[in-house]
């Protein structure tokens, strides 16, 4: 089976930084992703990690441990515009590039 | 075009009817994805295309729904017998790099069944 699991939702304030947690437990592993969506929007594409470590661009960055089944978005200088649902997503193997996502944190970023 | 295009944005059915929800991927994109989403959830995988062929069609519910991509193109999703469980937004994808899992998304079809 697979399971993603992230916090329902977040509040912070502009300027400050926020890290959204994602723990996964699947059957196979071929990359977290990161996506972003504004209510009523389409989601778009944050970020990918295959490996563990961390990943940084700009003012996001992702950090995936593998052993863990855990991942975080870290995001600095906070903006009013990045009050949004913010998606954790599996790829589960290597035969299959679906992506299973999980039910998304929305974050409210306050003046 | 510049980007997905969904179409209809929006479809109001009554219980029972046939529903067709049509995608338009990014030109030269082989993959193709097909998800719903209700609200406050994330996109529930449905469906994926490489080409012409369903690489996937691991979520789809059950035999009510089918969805082809004749031409390795455009997609047509394909609700039957509609029930109310069944309103959500159909959200298509499709994707170029598989390697990097970015997928473009469009705006998505809305479909209420009343």
């Known amino acids: 089976g697979q399971n993603i699991d992230q916090p329902t939702e977040m509040t912070a304030t502009e300027g400050a930084i926020v890290q959204i947690n994602c723990t996964y437990q699947t059957s196979g592993f071929n990359g977290l992703f990161w996506y972003q969506q504004h209510a009523g929007e389409a989601p778009t594409f944050l970020s990918y990690?295959?490996?563990?470590g961390l990943e940084e661009k700009g003012r996001f960055s992702s950090f995936l441990s593998r052993s863990k089944g855990y991942s975080y978005l870290l995001l600095k200088e906070l903006q009013m515009k990045d009050s949004a649902s913010y998606l954790c997503a599996v790829r589960s193997s290597y035969n299959t590039d679906k992506l299973i996502f999980g039910t998304g944190t929305r974050l409210q970023v306050f003046p | 075009g510049a980007g997905v295009s969904q179409t209809p944005s929006n479809k109001v059915t009554e219980k029972g009817k046939y529903v067709e929800l049509r995608c338009d991927p990014i030109?030269?994109?082989?993959?193709l994805y097909w998800y719903r989403q209700s609200l406050g959830q994330g996109p529930e995988f449905l469906i994926y295309f490489q080409g012409t062929g369903a690489a996937d069609d691991s979520g789809l519910p059950n035999d009510r729904f089918f969805a082809v991509r004749p031409e390795g193109s455009v997609s047509t999703l394909k609700i039957q017998r509609t029930e109310r469980g069944d309103s959500a937004v159909y959200l298509c994808?499709?994707?170029?790099?598989?390697?990097?899992?970015?997928?473009?998304f469009g705006e998505g079809s809305r479909l209420t069944v009343l």
């Open positions: 994808a499709s994707s170029r790099d598989t390697n990097t899992g970015e997928l473009f």
């Open positions: 990690n295959v490996l563990d």
């Open positions: 030109s030269g994109h082989t993959a």
